[in-house]
């Protein structure tokens, strides 16, 4: 608690919490303002007397109307959207599986296995875009969907295993046996009786992946070439950026666009959010 | 009432170990196969994409394959050349200095950050809701924002500054090359921050604040309470934190592929980014797979670290 004089609290808390919340949030304020601001404002230099950062009187939404209607921004949405929903799918069940298995059964070396998992959790997208492009193009599914639902799991599934043993850890024992006593199968017990006390952390998995789809950036530049294969991030960079010439209206209006949907199930679920990435640190 | 659920396990035990039932239940009832089934799917897509390319990229990386040219085994003839590239030992330097000025950075403000959401105020959980933003939108978007707002001729940056007074002329932040890895850090920086500050302030709601208020009637002032309860209590949650952005961090691409693409003259260059000019850029894919593979000792190392220290918070 801040305690003392009330220049304290303006001092050791609203001044550095708002200078916080600015700095934080400027680039998206900046985002919205290029977005609407008219060509001949935006290439105005910073040192012209008539530049007026913060505000524009003239918006207009000439960019957006680019972006929609010259290039192929919504089918790259569209893209993304299919990309991360399988990839996420895929990881949820993979993860849910493994996750209850490495949380609940006995069997020889469950205990490495789990290392193991949270090894490869750890593994950057970097350490592997190589080789991996090469066994993709091998695969025959370069260019394809398939190239980015089939490699998301990779990171995916260790994160969703991870997160969902916390939850399955913490689900007591009594609670199955009885549904065993009652005659039910294992697979009975884990998916009629486990499963469904999971589901906080099922949603937090489920979204938290789903972000981490959208956000991935390198697998999709390197295993994806042309534009109407592409996803949000790497279809407005390589689409927008053509040589040194950048069409910042456009290419902020992709970028405010592109992090809606993000920034929708965020709002909706911050909790659940929040509570993937605590669980992701506290392993 | 002990001996009735005595009786009752015993019962539901012969129960279980009879089952009539087909062969698929029998086998998943057996706790083994039912584990090895479950386990199937993460193993198969994790081995076809995961401990096969790791293996191809310890083969490519002792090749001297090209882009449509398998190559052939050269031993370690690609990382002797890396010793003597300039550019690389630029990269590795570069990627230590980006690693270790973001995380004392982000660790700072983001303990700093955490501390002041701990408190109790208005419109505390809009608060958190937002300033976790930069956390969650694509990187790559938002770092095109701050591509825009580093724009030398166009950033409101250089305005602001200018008529606080704080500089005369234009800041090249992005093609000055003794500012650029300044610019990129300042980046990693706004978009780690929030990780840390949630990630820790989960921590510090886990303290009893009665230990801070005990510590207080005894006199204790409010950076002696911090130094000596909150920090070693927090100490846990913040060396995972820290070991997990280090990795990110050390193995980042996307920010400065956006940013400076590397440059200006391999001023912002970083192991990823080198190893994507060279596998990918110029195609030399042994060269490439051989610059990415550098890292993995590093990052082998944290993670030792990592489980080292997990291990012995579980023991105490």
Redesign the interface.
């Known amino acids: 608690?801040?305690e003392g004089a009330r220049w304290r609290r303006w001092v050791f808390?609203n001044l550095?919490?708002t200078l916080?919340?600015i700095?934080?949030?400027f680039?998206?304020y900046?985002?919205v303002v290029?977005t609407v601001r008219p060509d001949a404002e935006?290439?105005?230099?910073?040192?012209a007397p008539n530049?007026t950062?913060?505000w524009t009187f003239h918006p207009t939404l000439d960019h957006i109307r680019y972006l929609l209607g010259e290039t192929l921004f919504s089918r790259w949405m569209l893209n993304t959207f299919f990309i991360s929903l399988l990839a996420t799918a895929?990881s949820l069940?993979?993860?849910l599986?493994?996750g209850?298995?490495?949380s609940r059964?006995?069997?020889?070396f469950?205990g490495s296995?789990g290392?193991g998992?949270?090894?490869?959790y750890?593994?950057?997208?970097?350490?592997?875009?190589?080789?991996?492009?090469?066994?993709i193009r091998n695969f025959h599914l370069g260019d394809t969907p398939w190239a980015l639902i089939?490699?998301y799991?990779?990171f995916l599934?260790?994160f969703c295993?991870w997160l969902l043993m916390g939850y399955f850890k913490a689900i007591p024992r009594e609670l199955e046996?009885c549904a065993?006593?009652d005659?039910a199968?294992?697979?009975q017990a884990m998916f009629y009786i486990v499963f469904p006390v999971a589901v906080p952390g099922i949603l937090s998995a489920g979204i938290f992946a789903f972000?981490l789809s959208?956000?991935e950036?390198?697998y999709a530049?390197?295993f994806l070439s042309s534009p109407e294969q592409k996803t949000?991030?790497?279809g407005?960079?390589s689409e927008l950026v053509r040589g040194d010439v950048?069409y910042?209206g456009s290419?902020?209006a992709?970028?405010?666009l592109?992090?809606i949907p993000?920034?929708l199930i965020?709002?909706f679920f911050?909790e659940y959010?929040?509570a993937g990435?605590?669980g992701?640190?506290?392993? | 009432m002990a001996v009735d659920s005595v009786a009752?396990?015993k019962s539901?035990k012969s129960?279980?170990a009879a089952?009539r039932?087909g062969p698929v239940?029998r086998v998943?009832?057996n706790?083994?196969w039912?584990?090895?089934l479950?386990?199937l799917?993460?193993a198969v897509?994790?081995g076809?994409?995961?401990a096969?390319?790791?293996i191809?990229?310890v083969?490519?990386a002792l090749s001297d394959a090209k882009v449509g040219v398998p190559g052939s085994f050269v031993g370690l003839q690609n990382f002797a050349a890396l010793l003597n590239d300039s550019i690389f030992r630029v990269a590795v330097w570069n990627t230590i200095v980006y690693t270790a000025v973001t995380t004392v950075f982000k660790l700072a403000?983001g303990l700093?950050?955490a501390l002041?959401?701990n408190?109790h105020?208005r419109g505390k959980?809009l608060?958190?809701?937002?300033?976790?933003?930069?956390f969650?939108?694509?990187?790559?978007?938002?770092t095109?924002?701050?591509k825009?707002?580093f724009d030398p001729?166009?950033?409101?940056i250089?305005?602001?500054l200018?008529h606080l007074g704080i500089i005369r002329t234009?800041i090249n932040w992005l093609s000055d090359p003794g500012l650029a890895l300044v610019s990129v850090i300042i980046v990693n920086i706004?978009r780690g921050?929030?990780?840390y500050a949630?990630?820790l302030l989960?921590g510090l709601q886990t303290i009893n604040p009665e230990l801070a208020e005990a510590a207080a009637i005894d006199g204790a002032r409010?950076w002696q309470r911090f130094r000596y309860i909150t920090w070693p209590l927090l100490l846990p949650?913040t060396m995972?934190?820290v070991l997990?952005s280090v990795?990110?961090t050390?193995?980042?691409?996307?920010l400065v592929?956006?940013l400076t693409g590397g440059g200006p003259a391999n001023a912002t260059q970083l192991?990823?980014t080198y190893?994507?000019q060279i596998?990918?850029g110029t195609g030399l894919?042994g060269q490439?797979?051989a610059i990415?593979?550098a890292?993995?000792p590093v990052?082998l190392a944290?993670?030792v670290v990592?489980?080292l220290y997990?291990r012995r918070v579980e023991i105490h």
């Open positions: 608690m801040i808390f550095p919490l916080f919340v700095g934080l949030l680039p998206f900046w985002m290029t935006l290439y105005r230099p910073w040192m530049y950062p913060f895929i069940f993979c993860g599986l493994a209850y298995a490495l059964l006995k069997f020889p469950a296995l290392t998992i949270f090894i490869t750890l593994v950057p997208q970097t350490l592997l875009f190589i080789p991996l492009a090469d066994i089939l490699t799991p990779t599934i260790p295993t046996e065993r006593i005659g199968t294992r697979w972000t959208w956000n950036f390198i530049l390197v949000v991030s790497v407005v960079t950048f910042w290419l902020m992709g970028a405010l592109g992090s993000v920034a965020y709002s911050v959010y929040v990435i605590t992701s640190v506290k392993g | 009752a396990v539901a129960y279980v089952p039932r239940t998943l009832e706790e083994r039912f584990a090895f479950l386990l799917p993460t897509l994790l076809l994409f995961m096969y390319p790791f191809e990229g083969l490519l403000l700093w950050l002041l959401l408190q105020f959980a608060t958190r809701a937002f300033v976790l933003l930069p969650i939108i694509p990187t790559v978007l938002s095109f924002a701050w825009w707002m001729t166009f950033s409101v250089n305005w602001t200018f234009r706004w921050v929030p990780f949630i990630s989960a409010t949650v995972v934190v997990f990795i990110q050390f193995a980042d691409f996307q592929y956006i192991f990823a190893a994507y596998g990918v894919l490439g797979a990415s593979l890292m993995f990052l944290v993670v990592q489980l997990i």
